[in-house]
Every structure is written in C-alpha cells, then in structure tokens.
C-alpha cells in the first residue's frame, strides 16, 4: 500500500484530503507544519507528499528544499496551494515540487494525479 | 452534520476567535510585522477551508479580507481603526455564516447581498489614495508583487487584445465599434465566467449580461463539449458570456457588481479592431492600386485616396480580404482621415496582403488605450486543455490503448510540471534531489501507463541529469518520450492562470535567498506537536456521570462491612472490606478530582471577548476606554465560568454606560480622558473571584435612596437609616434600575438584580463598592466546582432529605417552651437573636407536625438566606455527604422546592431541597 | 405557462424561469426529434438555454425580440 503524508496546518484540509486518499486504499500519514513533516519524512519513507504552502514554523518551500536536500530515495511531492498565490508556481517547482494545484482539488482530478505520480495503473 | 463540516466549523471558529485577538493586538501594535503575518495566514488559511464548502459568500468575503490583510502586511495599505472595524465586520459576517451552516448544513441565497456589501468595503479599503478609483484592486499576493496591471501595462495594447477572439465579431460590428470610439466612447471586452453554482443564489447571468449598457456584440459559449443529456446538469452552470461594449467601465463595474470576481474586462483599442477579413485570393491586380494610393497619401490627396478605393471596391467581390481592407481604409478616411500613420499601413497591408501591424504604426496612439486590467484570470479554457490531454493520450497509445480524459489530464500535467522544473537553471544545493524527485514523477508516469519497457531509458537519463548536475538530459528524454509540443507549453496543463514565460526562454532562477529557510536555525526552536486534545462535551459529562456512579458504588461498601459484621457475624471480613473501601475510596476521590480537572478551562475563555466589545462600545458612546485584563489564566468549572458571561457582559455595559465619563467630563474633574476598567479573576481558597472595577464616577447612594424609596423598595425608616454602602448595594434590589434614559446598550430597564440572580444561582455571590466620583468595584465570588456538592442529610415525617452545607448557619435543638409565635408566625431567640422558625413539612407540603425528641426538644436548622438566618424545623439532623448533583429532568424540572437529586449508596435517592425556593 | 408542451413541439412564451428547466431537460430526453418554438419568448433563465443548447432541438421560430434572437442564433443553429 503506497504511503502519503499530507502536510497542512488546517486540520479541514488535512481531513478533506484524507478522505480522498482514504477511499483510494492509499495509506495516509499528517503533519501540520514542515518541521513535523520533514521528521517524519526522515523517520519513514512516503511515496507521495501533499504540501501546503502557508504553515507555521516551516512552509511548503522550506519544507520542500530540506526534503530534496537529503541524500535519500525521493518521492514526487505535489504543492497545493489556494488561488491568490498565482506566480508561486515556479517557487514551488524550484523548491522541489513536482506538481502545483489549486485548493479546492476536485477528489477525482486529484486521485487521477496522484496515481500518475505513483506509477498505479489507470484503469 | 459531515464530519468535514463539523471539523471545519470547529476550526473556523478558533480561526475567527484567532481573527479576532490578532486584529486588536494589532490595534495597540500596528507595525508588528509578525502578528500581521500571523493575521494574514489565519485569514488565508480559513479562506482555503470555506472553499471546501459549498460557502461561496462566505470564501467571497475572507478572499476580499485575505487581499487587505495581504496588501497592510506588504505596506501598500496602511492599517487603521476603520480598517480593523471593516474586517471585524466582515469576521462577524463569516461566523454568522458559519453558525447558520451548523444550524441548517448549508447557507441560503439571502447572504449574497450582504457579502457583495462587504467585499465592496474591503476592496475599497485596497485602494491606495493616489490611485484611480477605478483601478481594481490586483487579486494577487506580494510575491506577485508585479501585479497583473502592472505586468500588463508593458505591452503595446494591440499585443494585450491580441488574445482576444475579436476576429469572431463580425466587421459590421466592428466597423461600428470604430466609429463609436473614434467619437470618444471607450471600447471594453468583457468575459463573463458564472460561478458553477450560480443558478442556486437565484442568479441569472444571462439577464444580466443581456443588460450590459451600450451592448455591441455579444455571444454564449459553452465551457465544455456537452454531456449526453442524461448526464447533463441543468442547473450548473456552463456558460461563458463574451461580450464588446462601449459602456465606461464605471457602468459596468456597476452593472457587475455583484459577479465581479466572475468578470474579466479588457480594454480594446479601436485600432485592434482594423483586421481585415476574407479570401486571400483573386481579384484585379492591386499593386499599382496600392503604389498610387501611397503617392496619393504622400501629396496629402484623401480625397483621391477615396475615390480610387472606392472604384477598386466595386471591381472587387466583396468577401475578398483585399475589400474588406479597403473598407476599413474608407472607414479611416472618413472618420480620421488626420491619422497618416493607420492609413500608412492600411496602405501598406493592401500591398504586402498582411494584416497591418499596429504595434508599430499605430505606437502614437497607444496614448488613448491604456493597459488592460484583468480583474480576474481565467485559467484556460477547459476544453482545450481537453484536446492537448487527448493529444498526450495519443502519442502514447502505442503503450496504453485507452487513458481515461482525467488520467490524460494528469499524465499532460505531470509531464508538462517535470519539463519546468527540469528547466529551472537555478542551482540550489537541493538540485540533485529535484531531479530526483522528478525523475520519479516521470517514472510514475511511465508506470501508470504501462510503458515499462521505457523505464530503462529514464534511469540511463536520471544518472546523466545527476552526474552533470542538470535536467537537460532528462528534458531531453522527455522530448523523445512524450509529445515535444506538451514540454513547450507546460501552461496549457498547469492550473495557474499568469502564462509562465516558456521556460527555454526564462531567466535563470533568481537564487532565493530572502525565501530560503536555515534549517538548521528552525530545527533548534521547540517543536511542539499537538497539546491539547478537543473533545465533545458530552464525552465529559459521560465521565462524570459514571465517576458519579461509581462513588455512590463505592457508598455501599460501609453498608456492606456493617452487614457482614451486624448480620453475618464475621467481623475479620467486615474489617477487610472496609481495609478496601479506603482503598478504593481514594483512587475514587483522585478519579474524581481528575475528571474535575478536565472540565477546569480559564477564565480567559469568558474575558477574551471584552477587548472587542468594549472597544465597540466605548466607541459609540464617544468615550476613551482602557481595558485591563488579568489572572486570565485562573481557571474554574466550565459550568462556572460559563454563566459568568452574562453576569459579566452586564456589568461591563453598565460601568461603560454609566460609570466612565465622557473624555470631556473626566478632564473637567481632573482624571485622564481614558477611563480604566479592570477585569480581574483570581482565586482565593476553593472560590474563584472576578473583580470588575472602573474609574468612572461612581454611584450616587443619595440617588440611589430616593430611587429606591419612589420603587417602593424601601420605606421611609429604611431611608433615613440606611447606609451609604447599603445604599448602593440596593442596585441589585429585584426591579431596580439605575438608568433614567433606557439606553441602546445596556438599558433595557433590567437592572443589576439580572447580575445577582445569575450568580446566585451557581451559588455565588457579589457585592458592590462604590465611592462617587472614583469609580465602582464589583466583586463576584463563586465557587470553584459545582460537581461535588457537600449535604447535610435532614430527616423530617420519615423522609431524608439534603440541604446543601454552604446554607447551613448550624443545627440546634430547642425546647419547645422557647418557641414564640410573633404575629402568628414561629420564632425563636438565638444568642440574642430572633429566628424565624419554619416547618419543612409545612412548606412541602407534608401535613405531619414537627416530631419532637424525647427531651421535647425540636430539631432546628439554621439556615443563610442572604444575610438572613432562618430556622427550619425538621424531625432529625443525620451525616453531611459528599454527593454529586444531578440537576431536576424531565417533569421534575418543574419543582423548584428541589435542587437536584443524587443516588445514595443504598441505591436510595436523596432529594436535595433548594432552600431559597422553598422559603 | 410559461413552457408549453405540445406533441412535438416544445412553446416558450414570455420569461422562462429556472424552475422550467428540469422538466424541459426530461422531456427533451424523451423527445429526440422535438422543435421549439421561442416567437413569443422574451427571455429564458440560462439554465434552459444550457438544455437547449446540449439537446440542440431544431428551432421552429426564433424570438421576435430582436436583441434575444442575435444572442440565440449563433449557439441554437444547427450546424
């Protein structure tokens, strides 16, 4: 089962993206800032990140550099960020994301494009 | 009510309480950079959220907040009082909103209006004072900071309109658009982009974009291809509106006011419309036509210039794109034939059969069309995005017969993200594990694909990328894997809306350095996960009923030692038993105090909502008032320190109304302008006090008296007695009240009696000193936990009952010779004091006389009613207990004569008489 | 009535509101070969311009309001 940590400081968002992953058997871990992200990041492997940009203590790019930064196995990260951010995109891909939406992901766009980084076979 | 939902109000309502405090730190702080940032993720954060939720006036009015709160942390708007009160307003707003979504689960139509209101003022405030009216405010973030108009206003015009499908309008109309701008009136393109959900908030885009003001042309569009019609959703919106008009922005920004986040207006300058249209081919040979026409244009001779294209016109077939350019160049002779540089190259596109570029020639006139505001951008339409998906699916179709549209839609996005972040020059030290990761994004899609074979090729080009450092070997494979076109435009799959510039062409990364983060710093600062834990009420209350249970469980043990001894005559196990009821008894009691513990929450849960109030109210009233606030933290029962907030709200409202001064009365009696209220909570012993004290003016005990005289409250003997400290504690006198005027605020003819028997009735009390002109102080004592409630057990016509402990003054047994009746009521003297004696089985009701002793002595308990004693004659006094109260349900509510009922140990219940009621 | 079901034919007279469109939208399920008739109509809620538009029934009599009838025209002709 392919392990996902969804990293955001809103525990809705954390929950409405939890349910989509849930529902497609994937296996979902939380954080709620960079700092807990990248512990846990260090501490287990993920086959997926799902990044906010906005958190305390360390944000989405912050959390994104330190990631790619370690000498380890990457997995492919996706930063979802809301619409007023609309020229962080390439921030977010110099920082190490692999893909860039926009909040609200609609469940199905979402799970197709998670599935894709993760190489699961579409049906 | 979902889960999601039910998660997302409990948060926004913490965001909104977070909202709420920041805003008035901010008040005292204004240049804090930190709680701004802290203000804006809150607001931004809970924006984010609502848009989860089918809330579009609630996301309406936080984006509008988020867009000030974004623009006062970037210094471009200054942060003032009015603007804090618009955002409070708009806070308020939000919370309404969300109680209503808790109540019904979802939000009606009526709130639009409101929300278009709200916007409207928050917007308003972005506006910068040297700005133009009507520039909108740039819906973007600070990292934008070049902001769509300003980004935009490099361009020629010609290049902005150029994306426009203004070739769709016929030329007919655009010949008319011409003219009309030609004379002055200024040329908008609008597209119009409904919210899906639209139609639910009883709008009719169509109506209203029907109703655009000087209408020029106009068509509908669908978003999408259509869905078979037993798919089709009739009440979700699909339509797009585009429309030319030559109405001043100012009407439309008021014809749209309502959608105006849903609009999108281009300024078109009338030279963008000289495109001329049509066959390319046939016709007479027009150059020595067009070698005339510039001699003729050179001499100056228009009129000449007309007649030879008028004659060229007729010898032409009117859908010749040659005639349709000479038309356009008629149109300029005659609308103005001063403009050499449009009939120059009008001239000259009838020669080289170009369309004519305005960019160049018509540079002098860039004056007259200004930059295009966008005041939203669309991301592309969907259906494009549709077809280069399909195109994706296409060039793959040797490994995958058929992708769903969504997976096409997701292989295009995925592919098209690795191209630009495998273009980004830039060279971080985190480089390697970028290509990395998007070494893996691509292997994910060759996966998902079923293109396995070509994974080999991936890893060959990984560890190139890696070795040298950079994406282009892996740019260059996904060239050779996936269509090249799909790496060129990766817009065209990425959801962003600003075109990022090709990334062949980008400048190199700037390297990052104010946005990098030092781990290493960060890793030293605590790292606090969760702490707390929220959990439902009922959860709680669940604990103590059963902690509740199991003391009076734990009760039955003593009878069951006493049994074993009494009825079984084995003592050694009654000793046992009673060796564990100590036992048990403690941890029970430690259980108990535990569970205590959890329901124990901060007075600062009450108080936090004073800033706000007492800033609005203050305002209103014109006075300077200073709030302090302190031992926030001391903490107290839940059910305590929830009914403080009424009692509290009140007295703070009456000391605003009538104990702080006006600034101008306090300068006269010589005090600062800003008055003082305190608020002080502190614990003292196994009570919990709240001190309210202002330094206003004072009560009055002369008004008070006469106030309480004309009541009727007291008599004339009591007049002349009474003290001044009886006086004004006579406020809190059922029926009293001190305002002569019913005030808008706390008025309303209820008076400080409100205050009293709310905190009597969580057996509290509060008292009340005043010195005129100096201030007031209210002090409220209340106790710490209501759970455990300490009875004496009282036996009267064979029944037990509890009376509360903090009543009992004492018990006593007195003969019945010392019993008097005074004007046919019982009395008797104590220690030098009459007492008035009452039968509890008179006042419930139970017709049994009061049973006298063997030594004819009556059973007395002396009981505290306010400052009162009173005696109440019972049959027996028996132990005192520690019970826990369970308050009256169901028709027993009804009773007052009862406080409650607890479960003895025998399995009994014990009625506990409210003393106050009975009386 | 605003939406006036014939045979086959479907009559659109004066304003066609939204509560219009769900009925309209089923019946032109059923009735694939149906014309409309839009003469006397002087407006119609979007919503049943969307089922209009999806269902692309062949229009009978265009509106006689002049300004209703250019928005129509391009989006209800048949290709």
Known sequence: MKRILIVDDAATVRLYHREILETADFMVDEAMNGIEALEKALQTGFDLFLVDINMPKLDGYGFLRELRGQDLPQAPAIMISTEAQTNDERRAYAAGANLYLIKPVKPERLLAQVRMLLGELHP | MSPLLEQFLSEARDFLQGIGEKLMQLEAAPADADLMNELFRLVHTLKGNSGLFDAPEMTRVLHAGEDLMDAVRNGRVAYSRPLADRLLDAMDFVGMLCDELESDGQLGAAHAGDSVRLVDALRHLLQPDDAPAEAPAPESTPESAPAPTASLAEPTPVAD?????????????????????????PLSWLAYRPHEQCFYQGDDPFFLARQTPELLWSRIEAREPWPPLAELDAYSCMLDFQLLTAAPRAALEEQYRYVMDQVQTTEVPRLA???????????????????????????GDLEGLARNASTLLELSSPDLWIASALRWLQLV???????????????????????????TAGAAETHTASASTSIRQDPAPRNERGQEAEGVADASDEATPALSPLAADALAAVVAAQGEVLALTDEPRWLPGRLKAAAAALSGCLRATGATAKLQDLEAATAAALARNSGAPLLTWIAAVFPAELVGEPGAAAPVTAAPPSPAHSAPQPPEAEGEIKFGRRAEDAISGPKSLKVDQAKIDRLMNLIGEMVVAKNALPYLAGRAEAVFGVRELAREIKGHYGVINRIAEEMQGAIMQIRMMPVSFVFQRFPRLVRDISRKLGKEVELIL????????????????DPLMHIVRNSLDHGIESPELRRAAGKPATGTLRLRAMQESDRVVIEISDDGKGIDPDIIKRKAYAKGLIDETLLEQISDQEAVNLVFAAGFSTTEVISDLSGRGVGMDVVRTAVEKVNGSVALTSQQGRGTQIRLSLPLSMAVTNVMIVVSDGQRFGVPMDRVVETVRVPRAAIRTIKHSLATVLRGRIVPLKSINDLLGLSAPPKANADDELAVLVVRLGDESLGLLVDDFSETLDIILKPMTGVLAGLPAYAGSALMGDGSVLMVLNVKEIL | ?????????????????????????????KKRTAKVDLSA??????????????????????????????????ILTAP
Not at chain 2, 276 to 296: E, H, I, K, S
Not at chain 2, 335 to 358: F, H
Not at chain 2, 631 to 642: F, L, N, V
Not at chain 3, 59 to 71: C, G, H, N, T, Y
């Open chain 3, 41 to 74: 109509c002087t407006h119609l809620h979007p919503a049943n311009l969307q089922v209009l538009m999806a269902s692309k029934p062949a229009v009978q009599a265009w509106p006689a309001d002049a300004p209703l009838r250019a928005w129509l025209e391009p």
């Open chain 2, 333 to 359: 002779l005659e609308t103005e034939p001063e403009n050499k540089a449009i009939l120059d190259a009008l001239v000259d596109c009838l020669g080289s059969l170009a369309a004519p570029q305005w960019g």
């Open chain 2, 273 to 299: 419309l000289v495109m001329p249209q049509g066959d390319p081919n046939g016709g007479p040979v027009y150059d020595d036509f067009a070698a005339d026409a510039r001699r003729l244009l050179q001499t």
């Open chain 3, 1 to 29: 009535m605003a939406v006036e079901y014939k045979k086959n034919l479907v009559v659109f007279h004066d304003v066609v509101g939204v509560e219009d469109a769900e009925a309209l939208l089923e019946w032109l399920q």
């Open chain 2, 161 to 185: 309109t150029a994306s426009l499908p203004l070739a769709s309008i016929p030329e007919a109309v655009r010949m008319q658009a011409y003219r009309r701008a030609c004379a002055g009136e």
């Open chain 2, 630 to 645: 302190e031992g926030e933290d001391t903490e107290a029962d839940k059910t305590i320190i929830e009914s403080l907030g």
